[in-house]
């Protein structure tokens, strides 16, 4: 941007926010631009360059981000909504420059209802803020993703997140009732935060999981819940992975629903009873938890031990089980900082490494896990050192969703890191569409799985296409994202 309209636009847009409100340094962009991003981060370790917004605004209003949209529509301005940055898959990263819109600052709880069992939030506060408001007038929101210390709930919004006790309390856009947003030209939208309606489709429903291509949501209402009365956590290991997922599906098919179902295929068992406890242990392990009323809780526990005893799998108490719960954060936020290992997976540039997660259906999960393995090792063994293992982590009565982790090292310099990180989110994605599966079931698709999301889900991708093309003509609104490219 030249100097002249880049002046010019500086001047409107604190007219909108104040002056303290509009960031123009370079320092602020590159924070914005690097954020949790494998792929900036790796840029910004290998000294190449990373993208860059021409400013950051912190509006503290809906109106004040329907302002700045009417200035970016008018100009053809492109525009990143941004939370807190913690999503990997490059949605936030400000690839043609532009305005960052950062909502930190919209941060308010508005108002709890606790007849209704709702609370409204302006979507830039923080998920742990909320939860902490919540528990202290007695309720909690269910979500709590691993993310809860570096996340907003526009951020979940915007991607469909699921917290760790999804199985429960449902992902994120099943806890919303209602939504305001900000449309690309500025129009403001709010829909009607009731339980359930008939009146057309569900407008909530096209803007979450839109990632900003459609507008920015500003307001939500959700739904909340009395905090649980008891809340317990179990240990099983079962002697293979088999046994595991029969029990949990025959556990979700006689809705004997936990909050949390926590399944570790062989592999990943084996390194977390090595890393954690330091001793060997083969077969596969769950952790499994019941919130709600403590004779319910009583009662659903029984069912479940009962029915993975039938399928072998041998019940360790309770102390793994809550030690997992209260760790719950220890993968996400390493407490150990001499781990050189697990702090540079963070950062990106020491390794490859990458997490996809899928929801299929049960017929397919074990087929489509192991198809993953394979495929991996026969792509990268022998040309670098490499691991990947999984785990089951939402459940529902037709099918699973699963986590695999994978990790990439050893590249040898002449060779780009970032077609290695490239080749492996290719060498997998696919397999989990082969198997009726998804793209992603929580992390979101930005721009780094965007490829993908044609092959999903048959005409669908043209439907997203023509919304984006309608909402936004100018395509302001995070451009390329949801591989919708310049529409």
């Avoid at 002249?4 to 914005?32: F, K, M, Q, S």
């Avoid at 002697?239 to 809705?255: C, E, N």
């Avoid at 952790?287 to 005893?309: H, N």
Wanted: with cysteine; proline share 5%; aromatic share 10%.
């Amino acid at each position: 941007m030249s100097e002249i309209p880049r002046a010019l636009l500086y001047d409107e847009l604190t007219n909108i926010v104040g002056r303290e409100n509009v960031i123009e340094e370079r320092e602020e962009g590159i924070a914005h631009s690097l954020n949790r991003n494998w792929f900036t981060r790796t840029l910004w370790s290998e000294n190449r360059q990373v993208p860059l917004p021409s400013f950051v605004v912190y509006p503290e209003s809906t109106e004040q981000v329907s302002d700045v949209l009417q200035i970016a529509n008018r100009e053809k301005i492109p525009v990143t909504p941004f939370g807190m940055g913690s999503s990997g898959m490059g949605g936030n990263v400000p690839v043609d420059g532009g305005i960052i819109v950062d909502t930190k600052k919209m941060d308010e709880l508005i108002k709890v209802n606790e007849e209704s069992l709702s609370a409204t939030i302006q979507t830039g506060i923080g998920s742990w803020e909320y939860e902490e408001s919540l528990n202290d007038l007695g309720y909690t929101s269910g979500h709590l993703p691993a993310s809860q210390f570096c996340s907003t709930y526009g951020g979940f919004l915007a991607l469909r997140s699921a917290g760790r006790l999804s199985t429960g309390y449902g992902k994120i856009e099943d806890m919303v009732l209602g939504i305001e947003v900000a449309l690309p030209n500025g129009e403001i939208v709010r829909t009607r935060p009731v339980p359930a309606h008939a009146s057309g489709p569900d407008l909530n429903q096209l803007f979450i999981g839109s990632e900003g291509a459609f507008g920015i949501i500003t307001q939500a209402t959700m739904k909340i819940h009395p905090y649980p009365e008891e809340r317990r956590f179990r240990a099983i290991i079962f002697p293979d992975f088999s046994s595991g997922l029969q029990a949990v599906r025959k556990i979700m098919r006689k809705d004997v629903t936990p909050s949390v179902a926590r399944l570790y295929t062989e592999e990943e068992t084996a390194r977390t009873f090595k890393d954690t406890w330091g001793v060997e242990k083969e077969g596969s392990y769950l952790i499994i938890g019941f919130d709600g009323v403590e004779e319910l809780v009583e009662q659903k526990e029984k069912i479940a031990l009962r029915i993975c005893e039938k399928e072998n799998g041998e019940d360790l108490g309770s102390e793994k089980g809550e030690y997992w719960w209260e760790n719950r954060y220890g993968d996400y936020y390493p407490k150990d900082r001499s781990d050189t290992e697990k702090w540079q997976s963070l950062l990106g540039g020491y390794q490859a490494a990458g997490t996809v997660t899928t929801c299929v259906p049960y017929d397919k999960a074990e087929v489509a896990y192991k198809e993953m393995r394979r495929s991996f090792k026969e792509k990268f063994e022998g040309r670098y050192k490499n691991w990947i293992h999984a785990h089951f982590s939402h459940w529902y009565k037709t099918g699973t969703m699963f986590y695999v982790r994978w990790y990439i090292r050893e590249i040898p310099e002449e060779e780009d890191t970032l077609d290695v990180y490239n080749e492996a989110w290719s060498t997998l994605v696919p397999i989990a569409l082969k198997h009726e599966g998804v793209v992603d079931h929580h992390h979101g698709i930005g721009r780094l799985l965007g490829r993908f999301l044609s092959k999903q889900d048959k005409g669908g991708h043209e439907v997203l296409r023509s919304i984006k093309k309608a909402i936004d003509p100018n395509n302001i609104m995070n451009p390329g994202v949801l591989g919708l490219g310049k529409c």
